[in-house]
């Protein structure tokens, strides 16, 4: 595609609920990002897939957070048993290179969890 | 872990003004990228500037890495230049992470 696309753009869950959050970066692009951006701060990594490898998932908050790329493309971040604190945008971000040099973000899942 | 520290926190400008927007670092990076986020969140890649100096358009970037600095001109100040404005730096031996500033707040009254 054109750019990094996400869905869904907005997404209310009830405490407790699971949730699954999909990124489908641009075409080719090797690299994969998802970045958590609190009100009023800038974007905090999560986590890496270089094709469908996960290379890095230090940021991840909790083990209530599980993100995939199983076909080097797509990816779903899944958070189960949402809590308040998880309320947040969501990004995504691809790069064309195996690296983490010129991020291409999509417009994000603002998620509210009540 | 690396700091990253945006300059000024807020900024009101009048609209033809020009303005300088710091970004410090605290370690050596490998990569550094200047993005703005328009009000809708949309998060757009300006330059990717390790070090040198590049141009495009009205807007000019300047990254001195031996002295852990980089520097965000905007020219001749739009109204669709407000946002917010992020330094983002990939340390070395840091993998692949991408550590963002807080970013500046840029208001450009009409």
């Known amino acids: 595609g054109a750019g990094v696309s996400q869905s869904p753009r907005y997404k209310v869950a009830k405490r407790g609920q699971d949730v699954a959050l999909r990124c489908d970066p641009i075409?080719?692009?090797?690299?994969l990002f998802w970045y958590q951006q609190a009100l009023g701060q800038g974007p905090e990594f999560l986590t890496y897939?270089?094709?469908?490898?996960?290379?890095?998932k230090s940021g991840l908050p909790s083990d209530r957070f599980f993100a995939e790329r199983p076909e080097g493309s797509v990816s779903t971040l899944k958070i189960q048993r949402t809590q308040q604190e998880d309320s947040a945008v969501y990004l995504c971000?691809?790069?064309?290179?195996?690296?983490?040099?010129?991020?291409?973000f999509g417009s994000g899942t603002q998620l509210s969890v009540l | 872990g690396i700091q990253v520290e945006q300059s000024p926190p807020d900024l009101i400008l009048q609209e033809g003004a020009n303005s300088t927007l710091r970004c410090n670092f605290s370690?050596?990076?490998?990569?550094l990228q200047w993005f703005h986020q328009n009000p809708w969140g949309q998060l757009i890649n300006l330059f990717y500037?390790?070090?040198?100096?590049k141009q495009n358009g009205r807007l000019s970037a300047t990254t001195v890495a031996t002295e852990r600095y980089s520097l965000l001109y905007i020219s001749s100040s739009q109204t669709t230049d407000s946002g917010v404005y992020f330094c983002?730096?990939?340390?070395w031996g840091g993998g692949f992470k991408t550590i963002f500033g807080a970013g500046t707040r840029l208001f450009v009254k009409a």
């Open positions: 370690d050596s990076v490998n990569n």
């Open positions: 983002a730096v990939g340390p």
């Open positions: 971000a691809s790069s064309l290179a195996l690296t983490n040099e010129k991020l291409f």
């Open positions: 897939f270089q094709n469908e490898a996960q290379l890095d």
């Open positions: 075409s080719g692009h090797v690299s």
């Open positions: 500037i390790p070090s040198g100096t």
